[in-house]
Structures are given as structure tokens and as C-alpha cells.
């Protein structure tokens, strides 16, 4: 199995930067796809972005496209997500999560693998 670990969070002003971590368990990470989603007050769990296994393909939902880049380090068993120019609407827990796959997948229902989460709150 993998463990899943985010790191990362807190709290920043609008226009800032934060970069998370998820560190990964065991030795399969490399055969996994990863993706991240987050989850504000009231609404429901949304993808944000996703790495394939190889790192080779990347894919990001509109309303992070030209802020947020994904990123992986197979040797480090690590994928990172890499935040600039906050806004408030970006406040939400942010979620790590694994998929038995070598392709980038969206939706919530092809991840095998989830961590606890991380706090990210942007302030205006």
C-alpha cells in the first residue's frame, strides 16, 4: 500500500506563494499517478492538478492554469504543488492523492490513495 503525507499549508496573503509537499510510503511510488484536489467550506471535493507516473504529462483545472505547476521526484517518493498568486477563493484544505495508473486522471473515483490533508487559508 502508500501512505500519503501532505505538508505544506498555512496561511498566507492574496498575491503570495506556497509550495506542498506530499511524501509517500514504501517503494511503489513510482508506479503511481498523483494528483492533488481540494475542498472549501461547502462545496464539494474539486481536482486541481495531476502528474502522470513518468512525469511526462501534467493537467490542471481552469481556475489554476498559469498559477499552480505539479511536479514529481520519484527518488524522493515526493509530488509537490507549487502555488503563486494566491487569491482567497483558493482558500481550502488541499488533498495528495495516489492512482494505480500511469496516466493523469481528474476524477475523484480513480484515486486509490489519499492523505489527510493540508490547511492553505489566503487572506485579502
Known amino acids: 500500500q502508500v501512505q500519503l503525507v501532505e505538508s505544506g499549508g498555512g496561511l498566507v496573503q492574496a498575491g503570495g506563494s506556497l509550495r506542498l509537499s506530499c511524501a509517500a510510503s514504501g517503494r511503489t511510488f513510482s508506479s503511481y499517478a498523483m494528483g492533488w484536489f481540494r475542498q472549501a467550506p461547502g462545496k464539494e471535493r474539486e481536482f486541481v492538478a495531476a502528474?502522470?507516473?513518468?512525469?511526462?504529462?501534467?493537467d490542471y483545472a481552469d481556475t489554476v492554469k498559469g498559477r499552480f505547476t505539479i511536479s514529481r521526484d520519484n527518488a524522493k517518493k515526493t509530488v509537490y504543488l507549487q502555488m503563486n498568486s494566491l487569491k482567497p477563493e483558493d482558500t481550502a484544505v488541499y488533498y495528495c492523492a495516489a492512482s494505480y495508473s500511469a496516466v493523469v486522471a481528474t476524477r475523484l473515483s480513480r484515486y486509490d490513495y489519499w492523505g489527510q490533508g493540508t490547511q492553505v487559508t489566503v487572506s485579502s
Open positions: 502528474i502522470s507516473w513518468s512525469g511526462g504529462s501534467t
